[in-house]
């Protein structure tokens, strides 16, 4: 039987985003024919799924209720330290075998019909699913040069102890499971800059986002605006109450620190800070469920489903200062200053050794 095209698996608005700008750089008589897979392990996608058959980007968009590990109590346990690598190394080999199994019911596409699978942040379920069933795919990265931040890059860190061993049990003989790549199934993983990355791993191939965004047309923009914006009547409220007096300034939130209390302190003395400076506004990261239109309804606000990205495409749209903690501003083009708080800022609000750990 003949294999389709080419199906992408996405966790993020960042990675339905993507997904689309490829397919954006693809001849009229190839874009548009791909299948979407839309996990729903740690993402609310509320209407996306309609917009995108709306506007008939994807042929057919399937939901993926991808479990989490913790799903299965009785598979966790093979997790616990037994003492000595020789038994932990078969505790985890009886995991990924049992934890793919599980995984089997919830899949809803087979992946063997599709030529190319395209998989975003194969750290999660999916990529060991794909690997154990023997199914080849191109790893994509979680978001823009995530890997920069870390040294090592975190397939490495989490296997520490004899990674040489380890890595063959995962690329040779497919008995475990490593992330970004690392895997025997994985033919290659695309990243927007090589350069940035504490790592010199072959199966690395550079696609840079500029290229990708460099080809898109008004036609092109105006698409991507009607996939994303919800409510682009909302949005265009919002933007008007940009001060043209003062310093318009837009705060990107994360999913930072579990307890929310010391997150929602973290943001508001963001939103303190820069208010001396001008009109603060908030983009709610869309895995972030700290309630801000309630705990900050004193503040502008941006709808979280939005990718900040989309931001690029309105016209006559510039804010003087975008801040971020962790997320990478590369791509950021709607702001003339970027301000990029890192680790020595997060030291304030939680143990350094959390957020510190794979450079420990």
Do not use: W
């Not at 996405?10 to 339905?16: K, L």
């Amino acid at each position: 039987m003949e294999k389709k095209g080419r199906i992408y698996v996405c966790h993020t608005y960042y990675h339905v985003y993507v997904a689309l700008l490829k397919e954006l750089n693809l001849g009229e008589d190839e874009r548009f024919r791909a299948d979407l897979v839309l996990s729903l392990m740690s993402n609310d996608f509320e209407s996306l799924s309609e917009r995108i058959r709306e506007n008939k980007v994807f042929e057919n968009v399937y939901l993926f209720d991808e479990q989490k590990e913790t799903a299965f109590p009785e598979i966790v346990k093979l997790k616990e330290d037994r003492g000595n690598i020789v038994l932990n190394m078969i505790s985890r080999i009886k995991f990924t075998k049992r934890f793919a199994k599980a995984q089997s019911p919830f899949v809803p596409v087979d992946f063997k019909k599709y030529k190319d699978v395209y998989v975003f942040c194969d750290s999660d379920p999916i990529g060991l699913y794909l690997n154990q069933n023997k199914i080849k795919y191109h790893a994509l990265e979680d978001g823009l040069n995530y890997l920069k931040p870390y040294s090592p890059v975190p397939a490495k860190a989490d296997n520490s102890g004899c990674f040489a061993l380890k890595k063959f049990f995962s690329m040779n003989l497919n008995l475990i499971f490593i992330r970004d790549g690392y895997s025997k199934y994985c033919t290659d993983m695309e990243v927007n800059d090589i350069s940035v990355i504490d790592d010199s791993f072959r199966k690395y191939k550079e696609v840079p986002r500029a290229l990708l965004l460099q080809n898109l047309d008004k036609d092109a923009k105006e698409l991507l605006i009607r996939v994303f914006v919800k409510d682009y009547d909302e949005l265009k409220i919002q933007l008007s109450k940009m001060d043209s007096d003062k310093k318009n300034i837009i705060i990107l939130t994360e999913p930072l620190c579990k307890d929310f209390a010391q997150r929602e302190r973290l943001f508001r003395d963001l939103v303190n800070e820069y208010s001396k400076e001008g009109t603060v506004f908030l983009k709610p990261h869309p895995r972030d469920e700290l309630d801000y239109p309630v705990l900050f309804a004193d503040c502008k606000q941006f709808d979280r489903s939005i990718p900040m990205e989309i931001l690029n495409f309105l016209e006559d749209i510039s804010f003087d200062k975008v801040v971020s903690v962790y997320t990478q501003l590369d791509a950021i083009r709607f702001a003339r200053e970027k301000v990029f708080l890192g680790h020595d800022f997060m030291d304030k609000y939680e143990d350094p050794e959390v957020h510190r750990k794979n450079k420990k």
